[in-house]
């Protein structure tokens, strides 16, 4: 659209309004191009909402918007909104044009995080700074609304977009990892974020020279809720944002301070109702560690109970008091999706990447060095970023995924975003060999990394322990998960690294105060090289328990990874991998045998015919290849527990002879654990992961009618249905007669008995509590002609017809040599029939 240089903005939305349903992407970004460079932002400011919801779609998913996360590469739009949304692209211009103009833009309550929300309306104060100072209330109405900047406001509907549902078209299901919205975080991410050198400057110069960062933060206002160590770590440009006239390095930082505040956020910042009540308020967690520090350095006294002397600072911190919210109305579910989980992947990822990236000399310096050393603010960020910003949100997220997702395979995204956090070390940028080293050791400089992660390694442990146990390890993805996590914490020197960790946290804290000394003086001032050994010391204690204060409250119960309990549960998972892996041989080695009788015969039934019996894998993770996969991962992970926990192969040895000796002498078919009810069997927990896991089963049959049993396919349909109307109609007229003969005690009767009944109907079979008891009724006496319409017994009577026309016998002879065949094979096995069934 060419725009008159006369045209109100009024007219200009209208027709932007009306090109949108009649003009295609690509012209409507080319008018859009021409419309930002020519307008004044006065009059971009009006079209800037409606812009932003017609890409990205509205907050409430009426409008789809661009559909970002349904664009692939193979689309013909995909370049053309690549183009327009890059960081350096069109649409990043009018967020810098109307930044510089100071416009706001609102976003309503409803739509923020539901924690997030509960503090407003209670009347705390957010953790994250980004919502501070921003709270509009409506002069009618009763909705409130959040004032943003043009950025912060282009970058909450971007976020926001990954979690509002998408109805996928049919036949449409592409992989999220290249979609456009996938495409653009990654490039968002490199581009605010960069590993090297330094935030790029903004493409756009209003008249001023610069694009104006919003306005300074009040002093009073820090970063306290993120993470909980001492505001001081920051350098004061992190905390406040910079005026137009700072440094051009600390101008910029604000801009990769508000994208990664935002999709935190908005992603990580959703957790249970629960855990909401357990943490409170971050001001409330902050003071009482404050308070727990300052108490350890005092001398001894009389236990206080947990909040004690913390009122005052709470009472400070709230702008004003309000009774208690209704929670029930608060709570929201949340469902993250496995492309929610994917783009937060990227996110750890790139973030481990910023934060290795930071120069060694500033990574070996201390805090106090910094404070008379030149640091550029993006190397101040980078130092905590993944500390204060990520760690706590992001571990209350794995902790929810791991509690609510289903137990099936799509949990590897978030296995995999688990552990792609707890290895930061993997994403240094540092070059290494093609093929990995299983024998590389951690090095140690990631060891003050673990201990202040602690939780997300020991706590998400056992997590994963208790979901592991509830799954099918005989699958070949389960099985894959269980040997990665195996994997991972077998690393040389992890192990080591965790359980440091844990004693760390387990130090007394009266021990503590003995050990450390009245002043912390240097070497130079009179001190000693013990007493700064001994604050170094105290300093990784009070990190440690700082960290797992903040994350669990702090009347949390510890549990050891490497204490007692968690060690049985350990030996509990390798009992339940070792029977796995043994059911994973059994159908393995039950499927080459399949395997090895089919042959050419076996189209006309010369293999099994009796199908309640087979236990091939007929789904693809049961195949043959999977189950080998199955057996080598869990194998591997095996040696990797045996590894992590100091397990000699004796013990193991004893785990394996015990299962062994405890399983049934029918190679498996024995019933799963069950209790006898008033109605039958009922199933333990036991039974029910032993059916899960494929150990063992219940010996389903057919209990039904034989002759309406569903056509084989080494049986011909047609004369299956002919031979039963036959037969039906003999049972029907000769039944009385048939019942007659079969009754008598004599030898007709048992040769009756032969040739009439069904032999299966005399087994007896456990039934399952619902089954009826009318289902063990005797089968009637009847004539059943079903074998005849087998291909093999077809092709059987057709070699004999061949062998005895080569012999000169007719059709004739030869039926009656078949038919005196028959009976004399019933005759003998009505006489011997009992004695050979006793050898």
């Known amino acids: 659209m060419s725009a008159p240089t006369l045209q109100q903005p009024s007219f200009l939305l209208a027709n932007l309004k009306a090109d949108a349903t009649t003009k295609p992407l690509l012209q409507r970004c080319q008018d859009l191009v021409k419309i930002i460079d020519e307008y004044p932002a006065k009059e971009l400011h009006l079209i800037f909402p409606w812009l932003v919801e017609s890409v990205f779609g509205s907050l409430d998913g009426i409008i789809a918007g661009w559909n970002l996360r349904l664009l692939h590469s193979r689309n013909n739009e995909y370049n053309i909104v690549m183009e327009f949304l890059n960081p350096s692209g069109p649409m990043m211009k009018l967020v810098y044009k109307l930044q510089a103009e100071e416009y706001k833009y609102e976003i309503p309550l409803n739509y923020l995080p539901g924690p997030v929300k509960a503090c407003i309306q209670e009347g705390v104060l957010p953790d994250c700074p980004l919502f501070h100072n921003k709270l509009q209330f409506p002069l009618s109405g009763v909705t409130l609304n959040l004032a943003l900047n043009p950025f912060e406001f282009f970058m909450f509907n971007f976020a ?25 975080v990654d490039t968002y991410l490199k581009y605010f974020l960069p590993s090297e050198g330094n935030v790029p ?78 943490l409170q308020s971050p001001q409330v967690k902050l003071a009482l560690l404050q308070y727990r520090l300052s108490m ?29 919210p209704l929670w029930g109305l608060l709570e929201e579910p949340f469902s993250p999706t496995e492309e929610h989980v994917l783009v937060v992947r990227l996110l750890v990822k790139h973030l481990h990447a910023f934060s290795s990236s930071l120069k060694p000399e500033q990574l070996s310096s201390s805090p106090s060095a910094h404070s008379h050393t030149h640091t550029s603010p993006l190397e101040e960020f980078k130092r905590v970023v993944v500390q204060r910003f990520v760690q706590q949100k992001l571990y209350l997220f794995l902790q929810h995924c791991f509690g609510h997702w289903p137990l099936d395979a799509s949990f590897r995204a ?15 940028g540092e070059k290494t060999n093609q093929q990995p080293d299983p024998n590389r050791t951690v090095p140690d400089k990631w060891e003050s990394f673990v201990h202040e992660n602690l939780l997300m390694y020991t706590k998400l442990f056992q997590v994963f322990l208790n979901r592991t146990v509830r799954t099918d390890l005989v699958n070949a993805k389960n099985a894959l998960m269980v040997f990665r996590v195996a994997k991972v914490f077998a690393q040389p020197n992890l192990a080591e690294m965790i359980q440091k960790g844990e004693q760390l946290f387990l130090e007394p804290e009266h021990v503590l105060h003995h050990r450390q000394p009245r002043g912390y003086l240097t070497p130079s001032q009179g001190g000693s090289f013990l007493s700064s050994r001994q604050r170094v010391m105290t300093d990784m204690v009070f990190r440690v328990k700082s960290h797992v204060y903040a994350l669990e409250g702090q009347d949390c119960q510890y549990k050891q990874m490497f204490g007692t309990e968690l060690r049985g549960a350990v030996m509990k998972l390798i009992q339940i991998i070792a029977q796995a892996r043994q059911t ?90 069950c209790i006898q009810g008033e109605n039958g069997l009922i199933l333990t927990d036991l039974g029910r992961r032993q059916i899960i896991s494929g150990l063992r089963r219940f010996d389903i049959q057919y209990q039904g009618d034989p002759e309406l049993q569903p056509i084989r396919s080494y049986e011909n349909a047609l004369l299956v249905r002919l031979f039963y109307r036959i037969s039906s109609l003999v049972n029907e007229r000769f039944g009385g007669h048939m019942n007659a003969l079969c009754s008598r005690p004599d030898f007709l009767g048992r ?38 319409a087998s291909y093999r017994t077809i092709l059987l009577l057709l070699i004999f017809y061949v062998f005895g026309a080569l012999l000169s016998f007719g059709p004739i002879s030869s039926t009656l040599l078949i038919l005196t065949g028959g009976f004399l094979y019933g005759l003998l096995m009505t006489l011997f029939g009992d004695k050979l069934k006793t050898h």
């Open 160 to 184: 926001y977009c990954l979690l509002t549902p998408k109805n996928y078209p049919q036949g449409q299901h592409g992989s999220s990892s290249d979609s456009a919205y996938f495409v653009l």
């Open 201 to 278: 400057p903004s493409p756009f110069s209003d008249s001023r020279g610069s694009v104006t960062a919003p306005s300074p933060r009040s002093s009073s206002v820090s970063f306290a809720g993120y993470g909980v160590h001492s505001p001081s770590l920051l350098k004061h440009h992190i905390f406040h944002q910079p005026s137009v006239n700072a440094d051009p390095a600390a101008q910029e930082i604000w801009r990769s301070e508000t994208l990664l505040q935002m999709f935190v956020e908005i992603w990580l910042h959703h957790y249970s109702l629960d855990m909401y009540q357990k």
């Open 296 to 324: 350890s350095s005092m001398p001894c006294q009389p236990h206080a109970p947990p909040g004690s002397g913390t009122l005052h600072t709470y009472q400070v911190l709230l702008p004003f008091h309000s009774p208690p």
């Open 414 to 428: 978030v296995l995999e975003t688990w552990l792609s956090y707890i290895q930061p070390w993997r994403y240094t």
């Open 584 to 673: 994973a041989k059994r159908i393995s080695d039950h499927s080459n045998e399949v395997a090895a009788n089919s042959s050419f015969l076996s189209w006309f039934g010369m293999g099994s015919p009796d199908l309640n019996n087979t236990f091939s894998g007929s789904e693809p993770e049961e195949s043959g290849e999977c189950l080998k996969k199955t057996h080598e991962f869990l194998e591997r992970a095996l040696e990797n527990l045996c590894q992590i926990f100091k397990l000699n192969q004796g013990q193991l040895t004893q785990l394996i002879s015990n299962l062994g000796s405890s399983e049934d002498d029918c190679n498996g078919k024995q019933l799963p654990d």
């Open 751 to 788: 040769l009756g008995r032969h040739y009439f009944t069904d032999p299966s109907s005399k087994t007896t079979l456990k039934l399952s509590p619902t089954s009826r008891p009318t289902l063990e009724r005797k089968r009637q006496p009847r004539l059943s002609l079903r074998p005849l």
